[in-house]
T-cell receptor
Framework: QKEVEQDPGPLSVPEGAIVSLNCTYSNSAFQYFMWYRQYSRKGPELLMYTYSSGNKEDGRFTAQVDKSSKYISLFIRDSQPSDSATYLCAMSARTGFQKLVFGTGTRLLVSP | DTGVSQNPRHKITKRGQNVTFRCDPISEHNRLYWYRQTLGQGPEFLTYFQNEAQLEKSRLLSDRFSAERPKGSFSTLEIQRTEQGDSAMYLC????????????FGPGTRLTVT
């Protein structure tokens, strides 16, 4: 069983929809949680970074962490065709040096 | 451009050849990471440098792989006697020291072993 599970999709939504992306994990030591966006044949781009449980909002993006359920989410409001990409969750157990453990990524398609 | 840069962007090589990739991190970042990503998977950690010291290596990094970071600036990743299973995207990331340490990735080097 993988430490981090993520539905590979694809997830297809119309423009303007609210998108919910999720990951579950098994290692209770994880305390730093990140979401990356990756366009085809490009490197991952850091979107959100949260520590421990709670919510964090940045523009159209909201990240939620529920450590009791070992479940993290990324919400995208007013989705745009330019949001079409693969979204990777990543997490780490340690401060400073952070060996990131990634999910497989969810491919999101936003149609005009 | 002040982001992480990687060269070359693409490399096609024949099985058994040696290849070397270069990563230039964001200038003020003292931590540098290498990851490998295969199709349909998330990146997997390979190794980590703090300044010039290589502090951790994954068991994925067989003895055919070697990484260096002379003078704590750019880093190189060499693969000797390449195998078809080495075909992947090799990603470099860097971060600033401290508690947070968000990692910023470069565009990657796509390796194809024929």
């Amino acid at each position: 069983q993988k430490e981090v599970e993520q539905d590979p999709g694809p997830l297809s939504v119309p423009e303007g929809a609210i998108v919910s992306l999720n990951c579950t994990y098994s290692n209770s030591a994880f305390q730093y949680f990140m979401w990356y966006r990756q366009y085809s044949r490009k490197g991952p781009e850091l979107l959100m970074y949260t520590y421990s449980s709670g919510n964090k909002e940045d523009g159209r993006f909201t990240a939620q962490v529920d450590k009791s359920s070992k479940y993290i989410s990324l919400f995208i409001r007013d989705s745009q065709p330019s949001d079409s990409a693969t979204y990777l969750c990543a997490m780490s157990a340690r401060t400073g040096f952070q060996k990131l453990v990634f999910g497989t990524g969810t491919r999101l398609l936003v149609s005009p | 451009d002040t982001g992480v840069s990687q060269n070359p962007r693409h490399k096609i090589t024949k099985r058994g050849q040696n290849v070397t990739f270069r990563c230039d991190p964001i200038s003020e970042h003292n931590r540098l990471y290498w990851y490998r990503q295969t199709l349909g998977q998330g990146p997997e950690f390979l190794t980590y440098f703090q300044n010039e010291a290589q502090l951790e290596k994954s068991r994925l990094l067989s003895d055919r792989f070697s990484a260096e970071r002379p003078k704590g600036s750019f880093s190189t990743l060499e693969i000797q006697r390449t195998e078809q299973g080495d075909s992947a995207m090799y990603l470099c990331a860097s971060s600033f020291g401290g508690v947070a340490g968000e990692q910023y990735f470069g565009p990657g080097t796509r390796l194809t072993v024929t």
